[in-house]
Every structure is written in C-alpha cells, then in structure tokens.
C-alpha cells in the first residue's frame, strides 16, 4: 500500500510555461483533495472532487483547473504558471465514511 | 468560511516537558477536529482527532481536548522528546464526503531540546 504519491517532487517553471501535478491513492478512497501550503500560511484548498465525476472549487482556485481521471487519479493543472503560484502542493484523499484525510509527500514548485 | 486560528507560531521545550498549542474556530458547524504533524520535507501526517461530541480524547503521550461553547480545541504533548520536533497544523470541518473541507490553521513549529 503506497497510500497516495504525487509526481513530481519538485518542479521549476518559467513565467507563462504550463504543467499537470499528478496525484494517484490506492486506498479506495472516493474523495480526494489538492492543497497549496506557503510559509506561515497553513494549507489551502484549491480544489476537492467528493466523488469521481465531480469536482468543486476549495479557497484558491484561480489559475489552476483539475481532472478526476478515475476513483484512483486527481490532477492539478497550471494552464500559465505565474511565480504567484510558487509553492508547495499536497494531495490528500478520504474515504466517504470518514473525515480522516492522508496526504502524499507533496510537489515544490518554483515559478521565476 | 471557517477561520482557525492556532498559537503560538513557535514553541521551545525542554525534553521531557509538556507543549500545549491552542486553535480557536468560528463556525459553531465545524465537528470535526484533526491534528497533523509534519516533518520537514514530507506531507503532515494525522496524530489525533476529536469530534463535537466528545471534549477529550488521549492517546499514550498525546491529548486534544475540545471546548466547544468557546470553540476552542488544544493539543497537548507530555514527556517530550527530540522526534516530537516538527510543524503542527490544527484544521477544522464540519464533516461528510462533500462537507469535508479542512481548514487549516497556520501551524506551530515545535522544537525540543534534548
């Protein structure tokens, strides 16, 4: 059981470049969620899916668009990476009979 | 929203004294209340949680206790040692696969000196 794993671990983007944060759980879990955390700032949602085929806005959602793939699968997508979005992003997952969230080991991103 | 607000920013002990972090909560619908550990360079990690209905929970060295009248909840850690060093998040929800949005607070960098 690897839990959930993110790739890739650090990433650095040019101003205006894009990219898709990749995010899978083994656990069967049906909800799943990406965070953004800055120093001094905690994590913040930026979006959640409750259930393959949906997916809802979090706290700070602009600038990225996600993608349920499948049960296993969430995506984070920078369409133009400003350096606003330097910063290091964490997926969780729950399962619908709990509250509980397990998070992956998190990507850094840098954008100059 | 919910607002969680949690001090202190940072926190020194001694090993083998106790660390108490506190957060308070605004919406009176949160019930659900975890905390998480994280150490440097890894995702945090869940070591204790505690709903509404209950106003204390322990497990061995670590205890949250819940005030939810003041709406406030408190991580407690006895007997400290060196591995407890980490960031500390508290995070509010009002629970449910579609309600159960996090709010985080923003941390508390414990550090124990050995």
């Known amino acids: 059981n690897a839990g959930v794993t993110q790739t890739p671990k650090f990433q650095v983007l040019k101003t205006g470049q894009s990219m898709t944060l990749q995010c899978a759980q083994d656990?069967?879990?049906?909800?799943m969620y990406w965070y953004r955390q800055d120093p001094g700032m905690g994590l913040r949602l930026i979006y959640y899916?409750?259930?393959?085929?949906?997916?809802d806005k979090g706290e700070v959602p602009n600038g990225y668009n996600v993608s349920r793939l499948n049960k296993r699968e969430f995506s984070l997508r920078l369409e133009s990476a400003a350096p606003s979005q330097t910063s290091v992003y964490f997926c969780?997952?729950?399962?619908?009979?709990?509250?509980?969230?397990?998070f992956g080991p998190g990507t850094r991103l840098t954008v100059l | 929203g919910e607002n969680v607000e949690q001090h202190p920013s940072t926190l020194s002990v001694q090993e083998g004294d106790s660390a108490v972090i506190k957060c308070t909560y605004s919406d009176s619908a949160s019930n659900y209340f975890p905390w998480y550990k994280q150490e440097l360079g890894k995702g945090p990690q869940l070591i204790i949680d505690?709903?509404?209905?209950?106003g204390e929970k322990k497990d061995q060295r670590i205890a949250v206790t819940l005030n939810k009248t003041a709406k406030h909840f408190s991580l407690h850690i006895t007997e400290t040692q060196p591995e407890d060093s980490a960031v500390y998040f508290c995070?509010?929800?009002?629970?449910?696969?579609?309600?159960?949005?996090?709010?985080f607070g923003r941390g508390t960098q414990l550090t124990v000196w050995p």
């Open positions: 656990m069967n879990h049906n909800s």
């Open positions: 899916s409750a259930s393959e085929g949906t997916t």
């Open positions: 505690i709903r509404s209905n209950v």
């Open positions: 995070a509010a929800s009002k629970g449910g696969s579609t309600l159960g949005r996090l709010y």
């Open positions: 969780a997952s729950s399962d619908s009979g709990t509250d509980t969230q397990y």
